[in-house]
């Protein structure tokens, strides 16, 4: 293990219930009185309602963001945010609408308001994923990083329950990786198993009565925890195979995290057990692969690549673009070992 960095993201966060409508309150503390609403098409209407509610000090709503952040997309939300000359930005949505107001934060550092409606933990990173011409990149600026989160537990209660265990998966994917990662501390790896133990606490109360407000507070708490590990430490195989599934399959983000989140954890335990074994311990079997497998299964999660679109005779390419560029991994990358993962991932069968 590393030095012991101590993880401050200057970041103001805040989990409570109903704190949405006290959002007037944080843009006027940050000096702002031209905030811009952005989010989804699909959330456009409650964009909308937070912009009225929000009265003088907002310049409207931009409901434009898409998935990977498209360029294109942020070219046009750019000319808006200029065009009302907005003072701040508050994205309300998941992964993607943070996404945008993150592109929109590097090329004008306005400061940002997220308040996030999935776990994907975005708001808590100085990361930017972005697409152009079919390919996504990747940067780490300190300028995208959000000034403050809301963690409202009332807007996560409409999260159906497939997108809530596939986009919990999703986060608990930043915290596996983040235990054993190169550049991991005592602070990131108790950041990490807190995370991990606010999803496989609360997950399964989750989807008993999706409206429980204690659970979906909880799995906002994972949620952070899991994103802020994901901004602090370097992450291995599992985030390198999703990237290219998401990015060469067009697959969705959430669901392949999902499937391949278990085998991952089986490749790599084969060189680091002590370190995932904190892991099984919270799921009762050592087996973490199998365990963490186990678990996604009871609660409904989609196992199989197949299921989720991708063809068969795409395994090979599949393998190809992992292995190209090499990356660090706590286990060496194979050829066989990467094609074996994608073919049970691919399958739906327990990890080996
Ligand atoms: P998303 O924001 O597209 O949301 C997924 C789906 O859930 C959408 O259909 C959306 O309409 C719906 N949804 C969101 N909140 C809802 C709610 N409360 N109720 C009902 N439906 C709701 O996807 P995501 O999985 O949150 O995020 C994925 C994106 O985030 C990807 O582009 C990924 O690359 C990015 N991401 C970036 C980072 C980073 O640090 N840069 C980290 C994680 C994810």
Redesign the pocket.
């Known amino acids: 293990m590393g030095i012991n960095k101590h993880l401050a993201t200057n970041q103001s966060v805040h989990f409570r219930a109903g704190i949405r409508n006290e959002l007037d309150i944080f843009i006027k503390e940050i000096g702002c009185s031209r905030a811009l609403v952005l989010s989804?098409p699909?959330?456009a209407d409650a964009a909308r309602d937070l912009a009225e509610k929000l009265g003088s000090i907002t310049v409207g709503a931009f409901t434009g963001a898409k998935?990977?952040?498209p360029v294109e997309v942020t070219a046009k939300a750019l000319e808006h945010a200029k065009h009302v000359n907005a003072d701040c930005l508050v994205s309300v949505?998941?992964?993607?609408?943070?996404?945008l107001s993150k592109a929109i934060a590097l090329h004008t550092d306005l400061p940002q308001i997220i308040i996030p409606?999935?776990y994907?933990?975005?708001e808590a990173?100085p990361?930017?994923?972005q697409t152009e011409d079919g390919i996504k990149t990747t940067i780490k600026d300190d300028r995208v990083l959000p000034e403050i989160i809301l963690y409202d537990p009332e807007?996560?209660v409409?999260?159906?329950s497939h997108?809530s265990v596939s986009?919990g998966l999703?986060a608990m994917a930043h915290s596996v990786e983040g235990l054993y990662a190169k550049d991991r501390s005592d602070d990131s790896t108790q950041i990490a198993m807190d995370g991990l133990q606010y999803f496989v606490s609360s997950l399964p109360d989750v989807l008993v009565n999706p409206e429980n407000i204690k659970a979906r507070e909880d799995t906002l708490r994972g949620a952070w925890a899991c994103?802020t590990v994901?901004?602090n430490v370097g992450m291995a195989l599992h985030h390198k195979l999703c990237h290219t599934l998401g990015g060469s399959f067009d697959l969705p983000?959430?669901e392949t995290h999902a499937i391949i989140l278990p085998h991952a954890i089986a490749y790599n335990a084969l060189a680091v057990p002590d370190l995932l074994e904190p892991l099984g311990a919270m799921l009762n079997n050592r087996d973490t692969g199998k365990a963490v497998w186990e678990f996604a299964k009871s609660l409904g999660a989609p196992l199989s690549l197949g299921e989720l679109g991708m063809k068969e005779g795409d395994i090979n390419l599949a393998v190809d673009i992992a292995v190209t560029n090499p990356y660090w991994n706590p286990r060496e990358i194979t050829r066989d070992g990467i094609h074996q993962l994608l073919r049970n991932a691919w399958a739906g069968s327990v990890p080996e």
């Open positions: 989804t699909g959330h998935m990977h952040t949505g998941g992964g993607s609408t943070t996404g409606t999935t994907a933990g975005s990173t990361i930017l994923g807007l996560v409409t999260l159906p997108l986009s999703n994103g994901l901004g983000h959430a």
